[in-house]
């Protein structure tokens, strides 16, 4: 049973990335995936607007309905190899349009229905 949809802001550190044999530092470290601003719990999630903005400037723009496996189809695979938990998390994903961030930069990702998570860069 899916509780709910949320935003997240994945991060990944692509200085770490591109020297690190194991990428664990560059997507795992503290504060580098964020969630908020709630968990929504009454949204059908097979056409849902998801955005995302870096200073007010629109960087990704798509829907759910555009992903190339539908949301359900990603969990139907997912759980045939993980036991999902109360609390686990399964991101699915943006749409194109992902770039480098600056220090000071301020990144919005906008689930529809559900509300703007606003992620400040250090």
Not at 30 to 35: E, M, N
């Given at each position: 049973m899916?509780?709910?949809?949320?935003?997240?802001?994945?991060?990944?550190?692509?200085?770490l990335?591109?020297?690190?044999l194991?990428?664990?530092r560059?997507?795992?470290?503290?504060r580098f995936c964020?969630?908020?601003?709630?968990l929504?719990?009454?949204?059908?999630?097979?056409?849902?607007?998801?955005?995302?903005r870096?200073n007010?400037?629109?960087?990704q723009?798509g829907?759910?309905?555009?992903?190339?496996f539908?949301?359900?189809?990603?969990l139907?695979y997912?759980t045939r190899?993980v036991?999902?938990?109360p609390?686990?998390?399964?991101?699915?994903?943006?749409p194109e349009?992902?770039?480098?961030?600056q220090p000071?930069?301020?990144?919005e990702?906008?689930v529809?229905g559900?509300?703007v998570?606003?992620?400040?860069?250090a």
């Amino acid at each position: 049973m899916v509780s709910g949809i949320v935003p997240a802001n994945y991060l990944t550190a692509r200085d770490l990335q591109k020297t690190d044999l194991q990428w664990f530092r560059a997507k795992a470290a503290d504060r580098f995936c964020p969630l908020g601003p709630w968990l929504e719990t009454d949204l059908d999630p097979r056409d849902l607007r998801v955005q995302t903005r870096v200073n007010g400037e629109t960087r990704q723009d798509g829907r759910t309905s555009q992903m190339i496996f539908p949301v359900v189809d990603i969990l139907v695979y997912l759980t045939r190899f993980v036991t999902l938990e109360p609390g686990d998390v399964v991101l699915t994903g943006t749409p194109e349009g992902v770039g480098p961030l600056q220090p000071g930069d301020v990144v919005e990702v906008e689930v529809q229905g559900v509300g703007v998570l606003s992620t400040p860069i250090a």
